[in-house]
């Protein structure tokens, strides 16, 4: 006879509290925060209800485990509360493009740097891809002179994180901001 599948029981993210707690003895800490010393887990259940609170496994690999007297929900509510917290507070790194060519012209060159300081100053990293078309790949030096004129220009502020190098008919480098 086949059985049917039984689905995996859930599992409980977060510290244990009151009957999952399976230590014979714990370090006890009431809801005012005073030590009350080693005690029977049956005694420190006793308290904690008495309190009309739950009892919360704070250290679980200590010897022995430090239990809380306080109210779980509050304190899923306070750890939700802090991960949204630390979640906006976190800057995701771009990657953003700049395309030129070999023969750029000086205010265009000009109008892009404007743009690859932009970039740093938001704290996002710089790949420069330099595009060469038909006769420009027998001069690939011009390419390279001008991604170390860039290289040159934002030495204070960026670092190179990948040297410049050549996949086909691009020439790319990679530029990290500073601190």
């Given at each position: 006879m086949r059985r049917p599948f039984k689905a995996a029981a859930p599992t409980k993210?977060?510290?244990?509290?009151?009957?999952?707690?399976?230590?014979?003895?714990?370090?006890?800490?009431?809801?005012?925060?005073?030590?009350?010393?080693?005690?029977?887990?049956?005694?420190?259940?006793?308290?904690?209800?008495?309190?009309?609170?739950?009892?919360?496994?704070?250290?679980?690999?200590?010897?022995?485990?430090?239990?809380?007297?306080?109210?779980?929900?509050?304190?899923?509510?306070?750890?939700?509360?802090?991960?949204?917290?630390?979640?906006?507070?976190?800057?995701?790194?771009?990657?953003?493009?700049?395309?030129?060519?070999?023969?750029?012209?000086?205010?265009?060159?000009?109008?892009?740097?404007?743009?690859?300081?932009r970039f740093f100053e938001e704290g996002d990293k710089v790949k420069l891809t330099l595009r060469f078309r038909g006769r420009e790949m027998a001069h690939m030096e011009l390419g390279m002179q001008l991604l170390n004129k860039v290289r040159e220009e934002v030495a204070t502020i960026a670092k190179v994180e990948a040297e410049p190098k050549l996949e086909g008919r691009q020439m790319m480098m990679v530029l990290a901001p500073r601190g």
């Open positions: 993210d977060g510290p244990r509290s009151n009957m999952d707690i399976r230590v014979p003895r714990v370090q006890l800490i009431d809801a005012d925060g005073n030590n009350r010393g080693d005690v029977s887990i049956n005694d420190a259940l006793l308290a904690a209800e008495e309190a009309g609170l739950d009892l919360v496994e704070i250290s679980p690999n200590a010897q022995p485990p430090v239990v809380k007297i306080l109210d779980l929900g509050k304190l899923k509510y306070a750890n939700q509360k802090k991960a949204a917290e630390a979640r906006k507070n976190q800057k995701v790194i771009e990657i953003k493009e700049i395309k030129m060519r070999p023969n750029i012209d000086t205010h265009d060159y000009d109008v892009k740097m404007k743009a690859v300081r």
